[in-house]
């Protein structure tokens, strides 16, 4: 049954083609609409818009986790181009609902730089790459 109410933030989970990826601890969400404005001459100088184009960029940071399948995965891209850092990435919600992006854009930002007393990083950014799929709770 989908949780209701309200929740931490820790209760929404990525994955990575399947596998979940561990030890990740912020993560921000930026939608990018496009917007077309014009001003008729009928509108007497009011601006009209419409929303033209969307995307979605994912940020997310932790900590990197050597053996871990899906951050592996994702630290495997850092140096990687062009088609080769396309994968499916999966945002599941704590109700259950899930947003898919079937060829997302891995940019691989750290992996490993830091203090040295700290633990290494991991932090990408997952950008969509053409309209994601969303999948309501059951």
Do not use: H
Not at 52 to 60: G, H, N
Not at 78 to 83: A, L, P, Q, V, W
Not at 98 to 123: C, F, H, M, Q, Y
Request: net charge negative; charged share 25%.
């Amino acid at each position: 049954m989908p949780e209701t109410g309200v929740y931490p933030c820790y209760k929404n989970q990525f994955q990575i083609d399947s596998d979940s990826i561990a030890d990740m601890e912020t993560f921000g969400v930026a939608f990018d609409n496009g917007i077309e404005e014009w001003k008729p001459f009928d509108a007497e100088g009011w601006t009209r818009r419409l929303m033209t184009a969307k995307s979605l960029t994912i940020t997310v940071t932790g900590k990197r986790n050597v053996g871990d399948a899906g951050n592996d995965k994702v630290a495997a891209l850092y140096s990687k181009n062009g088609r080769d850092v396309e994968k499916p990435f999966t945002w599941t919600f704590p109700d259950g609902s899930k947003v898919e992006l079937a060829e997302a854009v891995i940019n691989v930002t750290n992996v490993g730089a830091g203090d040295s007393t700290g633990v290494a990083p991991l932090e990408f950014e997952v950008m969509s790459n053409g309209k994601p799929t969303f999948t309501p709770a059951v």
